[in-house]
């Protein structure tokens, strides 16, 4: 099992799409840091996975195509755009990634990779945001276009939705 954080906007949102991959065992939705100039707390979620199941670089082509990837995020903001990796070996993969998905985007590359420094968890009310109430309006707004989006385009790693439909 691995684990590895990621930030991109709204982390209910990011934790209900993390949340419908298979070799995915655990979303933890809260505020991550990184070291300066990235060290104030910002929305995101820290993923434990199997990676015999889903690879470190298809959870981050998810990642980079489900949110605002070229965005524009400032060091001490709420919301930003990266990939928070525990050592070497995932850094050199989400930079691959990430380069990659820039080049086939024609945008430079916003999505930053930062070292994991520390987590702290959400209010316990917006836990499993998407699948306590899926039926909210914001759920259908937000997170349903992202969720329908994987399991069009990631089939092979997507989990059935809450109707039991496999994609």
């Known amino acids: 099992m691995e684990k590895i954080g990621f930030g991109g906007?709204?982390?209910w949102c990011t934790e209900g799409v993390f949340q419908a991959l298979k070799g995915v065992y655990q979303v933890d939705q809260g505020f991550i840091q990184s070291e300066a100039p990235w060290d104030t707390w910002a929305e995101g979620v820290l993923v434990s996975f199997d990676p015999t199941a889903i690879s470190l670089a298809t959870l981050a082509e998810v990642h980079l195509r489900t949110h605002s990837a070229n965005g524009t995020y400032s060091p001490g903001g709420r919301y930003r755009s990266a990939i928070y990796v525990?050592?070497?070996e995932q850094r050199e993969t989400a930079a691959r990634t990430i380069?990659?998905?820039a080049t086939e985007s024609g945008n430079g590359p916003r999505t930053l990779v930062?070292?994991?420094v520390g987590f702290r968890p959400s209010e316990a009310r917006y836990?499993?945001?998407y699948q306590n109430d899926p039926g909210r309006p914001f759920c259908r707004r937000y997170i349903d276009p992202k969720l329908d989006y994987i399991r069009h385009h990631?089939?092979?790693v997507a989990?059935?939705?809450a109707a039991g439909h496999q994609p």
Request: with cysteine.
């Open 159 to 161: 989990l059935p939705d």
């Open 99 to 101: 380069a990659r998905f």
């Open 114 to 116: 930062l070292q994991f």
């Open 127 to 129: 836990q499993n945001y």
């Open 154 to 156: 990631f089939a092979d």
């Open 9 to 11: 906007g709204c982390h």
């Open 86 to 88: 525990v050592d070497a």
